[in-house]
C-alpha cells in the first residue's frame, strides 16, 4: 500500500520525507507555494534538493504529490489587471514544473468555481484550461500528473454530481488522459451526498484514481461543505474508510489531516 499525509514542512522536503517514513508512510503531500496566494514562486530554489528527493523516493520506493494553492479557480480565464494571462504565466503551471523537478508523482488541483456568466460557460473555460494545461505539460516535457479533485459541492462548485464529474473527466482523449487522472477525496464525496462504497462501482478504471485524500468530514453527509476531520473523528464511520480504500491497489493515499499521533492512523489503514 502506498499511503502517507500531508504534513507540516520540515526545514527541507527530505528531512519532511524521513518524517513519513519514520512513521510508518511511504507518501508525502504539500505545497511547493502559498496556498493562500497566486504570487509565483521561484522554481530555481528547489534545484538544488531535486536530485536527493528523487534519490530518496527511488531508494524508499517514496511517492511525492504537491497541491495547488486554494485561491486557483481553473474555471476562470487567467487575468492579471486587464490582462488576460498565457496557461505557462500562471501559479499552476510555475508549480507544476516545480512538482516535476523535484520527481513529485501528481499535482492537484480542485475543480473551479463559476463565479460569472453559466455553469455551462464554466465547464467549458474549465475544460480548455485543462487542456491548455496538458498540452504545454507535453511541449516542456512534464512527467508530474494533473489530478482533479472530486468537489464537495460547496457554493458555486462545479461537478458535485459524481456521474458528472466522471463525464467530465472522460470527456477527454485516451491521450490526454495518460497526463489527466483523479484525486478522490473521501470528505468531499461524502458532503456531496454520497456513501463512501456507492461511488466504486460507478468508476470505469480504477487506475484512473491516481491518489486519495483520506478524509473524514466534521459535516453530515451532504451539507456540502468542505470540512474535513481527524480520521477517527468525524461524521464517517472509520471502518468505511479503510473498507474504501481496499478498492483501490495503486492509489497514492493521503491523509490530509492528520492528527499528531498520524502514524497510528497510517497503521490503522495499511493493515488490511
Given amino acids: 500500500m502506498i499511503i502517507g499525509a500531508h504534513i507540516s514542512r520540515e526545514t527541507t522536503i527530505i528531512k519532511t520525507m524521513e518524517q513519513i517514513t519514520m512513521n510508518g508512510g511511504n507518501a508525502l503531500?504539500?505545497?511547493?507555494?502559498?496556498?493562500?496566494?497566486?504570487?509565483?514562486?521561484?522554481?530555481?530554489?528547489?534545484?538544488?534538493?531535486?536530485?536527493?528527493?528523487?534519490?530518496?523516493?527511488?531508494?524508499?520506493k517514496f511517492f511525492l504529490i504537491v497541491h495547488s494553492p486554494y485561491a486557483f479557480n481553473i474555471a476562470k480565464h487567467f487575468i492579471s489587471g486587464k490582462k488576460q494571462l498565457e496557461i505557462t504565466d500562471t501559479i499552476v503551471f510555475n508549480d507544476l514544473i516545480t512538482a516535476n523537478i523535484i520527481g513529485a508523482v501528481g499535482y492537484v488541483i480542485h475543480v473551479g468555481k463559476s463565479t460569472t456568466g453559466t455553469i455551462q460557460e464554466s465547464l467549458l473555460i474549465m475544460k480548455n484550461n485543462i487542456k491548455n494545461i496538458i498540452n504545454e505539460m507535453i511541449i516542456h516535457n512534464i512527467k508530474t500528473i494533473l489530478l482533479l479533485e472530486t468537489p464537495a459541492g460547496q457554493g458555486t462548485e462545479l461537478l458535485k454530481d459524481f456521474t458528472d464529474f466522471l463525464n467530465f473527466y472522460y470527456s477527454f482523449t485516451s491521450d490526454e488522459r495518460k497526463l489527466f487522472k483523479i484525486c478522490i477525496d473521501t470528505c468531499h464525496i461524502w458532503n456531496a451526498g454520497y456513501e463512501l462504497?456507492?461511488?466504486?462501482?460507478?468508476?470505469?478504471?480504477?487506475d484512473d484514481i491516481l491518489c486519495i485524500h483520506l478524509n473524514n468530514s466534521k459535516n453530515i453527509k451532504g451539507a456540502n461543505v468542505d470540512r474535513h476531520e481527524y480520521l477517527f473523528e468525524g461524521k464517517i464511520h472509520p471502518p468505511l474508510l479503510k473498507e474504501f480504500v481496499k478498492n483501490f491497489d495503486n492509489s497514492i493515499i493521503i491523509i490530509e489531516k492528520p492528527s499528531d499521533e498520524y502514524k497510528k492512523e497510517i497503521s490503522y489503514i495499511s493493515n488490511i
Avoid: G, M
Fill in 29 to 60: 503531500q504539500i505545497f511547493t507555494s502559498n496556498p493562500r496566494s497566486l504570487n509565483i514562486t521561484n522554481y530555481d530554489k528547489y534545484l538544488y534538493e531535486s536530485h536527493l528527493i528523487k534519490r530518496y523516493c527511488k531508494i524508499n
Fill in 197 to 206: 462504497n456507492e461511488i466504486v462501482s460507478l468508476i470505469p478504471d480504477k
